[in-house]
């Protein structure tokens, strides 16, 4: 940059048009979310662009910042102090993703720097010194027969190609190859020039889905960001979009704040997986950020899956979107013969012991026809490791360490070929002579068995049959067409080459018992994602879950009915007031620091508050829960915003965590 524009002793001379810059600076305080007008000097007119970003004091502190508008004068009333410097001319705040993160900061009572750090990477000077490619010239609009399959399918490409703002929520058939569906979709938005994002849960995904799509709109057309790129290369491939060098972008989560120009479609896929939840405050889901870009922008909106949430339904049934479902009689030819425990008379005839079994005969007639017919077999089990944890080998009460009431688990080893006994996992202390307190049995039993136990028990009963694990630090990404052996955890499910004979789904009461709001729709979610990888019931595939078949998910993958449990999920949370019905928000901290903000809360009339609850033994942690009807959404956001900027202005030492439930529809 040239030296400093200077006048007597040094002083600066502000520029001739446009002196003043609005900027967001990197402070995280909530009192403090809102512009801040620095002084524009000569020398810097032409750098300090809206967008770019700039260092600036504030407080004594020098700190990063991203210049917002330039104005004619400032409303301060004071001496303005001049931008310290400007870091890149690169105007990387986009008007559209400066809306963007503005609404997302106020929809879940967030800071606009928060969603601005995950929406911009951070610079690479190297990468941005180096121009990007040429756009490379809008392809052709493809056929798209896949999507004949579906009544509405026609209509949604149709509605992409000419333009108009459709919103879909589209149930995927089993073994539907959904990457070349979202691709089709994809290149029919680009041949009209427009952009598009499509935003999937992990990098596997992205690697098929941007296969699919290079295939259709050219390797020039299209660009992947993933986390796992490396900050150099994700820093080049960002600003190829932003300089509108591509028109489709492929990635995960933090791709949904992509700066695509002109953009036509978003599309969220498999939007349950908690991948798409953002870690970081405001904490919002890719699901929601999307619907409001589609609304902000006049984009088309897609949310596809092979199953169905109650935010997914909840669109359908506002109306906001319209659902894209195949015909009965065409789901029947894809789906796979699914079959649960106790869903038939002659199962407790055969086997008695179907139901307390981990792995019925139901399991292992499925499991050999598979092999048999030279197709490998997928083990679906809910943990990965060896055994995590314990329970009562008589009633199946989890055991609890005497001392702490900590979970017993059985370290790996022995000691000349002795076993080892339990420990806890919370205080490390041995359980060697261990006793059930409800029944008073000594036998145990493993509570979860992780996956590796399973591929070696697997890899005894079926001799000579090769076993594969994928999940942990080793997912795979697909295995041949050939017999073997899958043990894979929920989300590592390989593709199988032609598709898997027989897909076995373990330990289905540890996903269904959980303790958690979406147990069932979560459970629901990775039974069909991995049955969905069989083949088709008439082709031999078959798919067993070890489950009771009187539950509603189970009787939901049985007849493959996800819109169905959708509905009933959705209409029992609206009942018992649960999202998305409501809009809730919870409240972490101290016991002080909650009945504190509790007390600054003005909440609107159909607020009330729901606790404190203690978090752990000590009491030194509390949980409340905030609950207003769906139409007073807004209304809290503000009131937690207001509350947690008063206790940012005040220094309160106790942090408190307020994480808004995601999903209200517009």
Same mark, same amino acid.
């Given at each position: ?46 750098? &300090? ?59 879940? /009572? ?25 756009? =490379? ?6 056929? /798209? ?20 703002? /459709? ?83 492929? %990635? ?38 999307? *619907? ?31 659902? $894209? ?15 649960? *425990? ?28 598979? !092999? ?17 944890? @314990? ?5 199946? =009460? ?72 994928? %999940?942990?630090?080793? $997912? ?9 052996? $899958? ?25 269904? %018992? ?9 459970? !629901? ?25 009187? !539950?509603?998910?189970?009787?939901? @993958? ?48 159909? %607020? ?40 940012? &202005? ?5 942090? $408190? ?10």
């Amino acid at each position: 940059m040239a030296s400093k524009t200077t006048t007597r002793r040094g002083e600066r001379t502000p520029a001739e048009v446009l002196p003043v810059a609005r900027v967001c600076v990197d402070v995280p305080l909530a009192h403090l979310d809102r512009p801040f007008d620095y002084q524009v000097a000569a020398d810097q007119a032409q750098d &300090a662009v809206p967008g770019s970003r700039v260092r600036v004091r504030f407080a004594g502190q020098l700190v990063d910042g991203y210049v917002l508008e330039r104005v004619d004068a400032s409303e301060y009333g004071k001496k303005l102090a001049f931008l310290e410097r400007v870091t890149s001319p690169e105007a990387v705040l986009s008007p559209e993703v400066h809306q963007l993160a503005r609404v997302v900061a106020d929809r879940f /009572a967030g800071t606009l720097i928060d969603v601005l750090r995950m929406a911009i990477p951070p610079r690479h000077a190297r990468a941005e010194a180096q121009p990007s490619p040429e756009p =490379a010239p809008p392809p052709e609009a493809p056929t /798209a027969p896949g999507w004949t399959r579906y009544p509405f399918g026609p209509n949604l490409l149709d509605a992409l190609r000419t333009g108009r703002q /459709a919103r879909a929520v589209w149930q995927a058939l089993p073994a539907e190859d959904w990457p070349t569906r979202l691709a089709e979709a994809a290149a029919t938005v680009a041949s009209t020039g427009k952009g598009v994002l499509l935003v999937v849960p992990d990098h596997r995904d992205v690697t098929r889905v941007h296969a699919a799509c290079a295939e259709l709109v050219g390797e020039g057309g299209v660009v992947a960001l993933s986390a796992d790129l490396g900050p150099s290369e994700r820093y080049k491939r960002w600003l190829a979009v932003l300089r509108g060098a591509v028109r489709v972008v492929v %990635g995960t989560r933090g791709a949904a704040f992509a700066p695509v120009a002109d953009l036509g479609l978003v599309v969220v896929w498999d939007d349950g997986d908690d991948l798409h939840s953002e870690q970081r405050m405001p904490y919002p889901n890719v699901r929601d950020v999307l *619907v409001q870009r589609a609304h902000l922008t006049g984009a088309a909106f897609i949310a596809g899956g092979f199953a169905r949430t109650a935010e997914a339904q909840l669109l359908v049934e506002s109306n906001w979107a319209h659902e $894209v479902v195949a015909a009965r009689e065409t789901l029947r030819s894809a789906a796979p013969r699914v079959a649960a *425990v106790g869903d038939s008379d002659w199962q407790e005839v055969k086997d008695a012991a179907a139901r307390s079994a981990r792995l019925p005969s139901i399991a292992f007639d499925a499991a050999r026809a598979a !092999l048999a017919a030279k197709a490998p077999v997928l083990i679906q089990v809910p943990r990965r490791g060896y055994v995590p944890a @314990l329970a009562c080998g008589s009633c199946r =009460a989890p055991t609890r360490c005497r001392r702490c009431a900590g979970p017993l688990a059985l370290p790996g080893g022995s000691d000349d070929g002795v076993p080892r006994p339990p420990y806890c996992r919370w205080c490390g202390a041995t359980e060697a002579a261990y006793r059930c307190p409800a029944c008073g049995s000594r036998k145990l039993r493993a509570q979860v068995v992780g996956a590796r136990r399973t591929a070696e028990e697997l890899g005894r009963a079926f001799t000579g049959v090769p076993v594969r694990t994928s %999940g942990g630090d080793e $997912v795979l990404a697909s295995v041949p067409g050939r017999p073997a052996l $899958v043990v894979a955890t929920p989300g590592a499910e390989p593709v199988a080459e032609g598709g898997y004979g027989a897909v076995l789904l373990l330990d289905g009461w540890s996903l269904l %018992g959980r303790a958690d709001l979406r147990a069932a729709e979560e459970a !629901l979610r990775r039974w069909m994602t991995a049955a969905a990888l069989a083949k088709p019931g008439a082709d031999g595939g078959r798919v067993v879950v070890i489950a009771d078949s009187v !539950l509603a998910p189970v009787q939901a @993958l049985v007849r493959w009915d996800p819109v169905w449990h959708a509905r009933q999920e959705l209409a029992a949370r609206t009942e018992l007031g649960f999202p998305p019905a409501v809009r809730m928000a919870t409240v972490d901290g101290s016991p002080d620091a909650v009945a504190a903000l509790l007390d600054e809360l003005r909440l609107p009339p159909t %607020g009330e508050v729901l606790g404190p609850v203690p978090l752990d033994e000590e009491g030194t942690k509390e949980r409340a829960l905030v609950r207003v009807s769906r139409s007073e959404g807004r209304a809290l956001a503000l009131v937690l915003t207001e509350a947690l900027g008063v206790r940012s &202005a005040r220094k309160d030492p106790d942090p $408190v965590r307020v994480k808004l439930d995601p999903l209200e529809v517009l």
